[in-house]
C-alpha cells in the first residue's frame, strides 16, 4: 500500500501562485501514475491534471493548461502542481491520486487506487 499525503494549499489572493505538493509513501513514486483532482462544494470532483509514471507525459485539463503545472521532484519523491494566476474558481479541496497501473486516461478518478486527503485552496477576489 502507499499513502499519500497532500500540502502547500491555503488561502491567497487572486491572481497569486501555490504550489501543492503530493508526498507518498511505501513505494518509489516514480512507479506510479499520479494526478491532482479538486472539489468544490456543491460540485463534482474535477481532473485537474496527471502525470504518468517516470518517462511519461502528463495531462491538464483544458482550461487550465497553462496556469498550471504538474511535475516529479524525485530527490523527494513528491509530485507538484504548481498553480499560477488563481482566480476565485479555482477553490476547492484539492486531491492526488496515484495508480500502480497504466490507466488509460489520467483523467478518470476508477483509474487511481490511493488517494490523498485532500488541501485546502482558498483564492479571494
Known amino acids: 500500500q502507499v499513502q499519500l499525503v497532500e500540502s502547500g494549499g491555503g488561502l491567497v489572493q487572486a491572481g497569486g501562485s501555490l504550489r501543492l505538493s503530493c508526498a507518498a509513501s511505501?513505494?518509489?513514486?516514480?512507479?506510479?501514475?499520479v494526478g491532482w483532482f479538486r472539489q468544490a462544494p456543491g460540485k463534482e470532483r474535477e481532473f485537474v491534471a496527471g502525470i504518468r509514471r517516470s518517462g511519461g507525459g502528463t495531462s491538464y485539463a483544458g482550461n487550465l493548461k497553462g496556469r498550471f503545472t504538474i511535475s516529479r521532484d524525485t530527490a523527494k519523491n513528491t509530485v507538484n502542481l504548481q498553480m499560477n494566476s488563481l482566480k476565485p474558481e479555482d477553490t476547492a479541496i484539492y486531491y492526488c491520486?496515484?495508480?500502480?497501473?497504466?490507466?488509460?486516461?489520467?483523467?478518470?478518478?476508477?483509474?487511481?487506487?490511493?488517494w490523498g486527503q485532500g488541501t485546502q485552496v482558498t483564492v479571494s477576489s
Open positions: 491520486a496515484a495508480s500502480s497501473t497504466t490507466p488509460y486516461s489520467l483523467a478518470v478518478t476508477t483509474g487511481y487506487q490511493y
Open positions: 511505501g513505494r518509489t513514486f516514480s512507479s506510479y501514475a
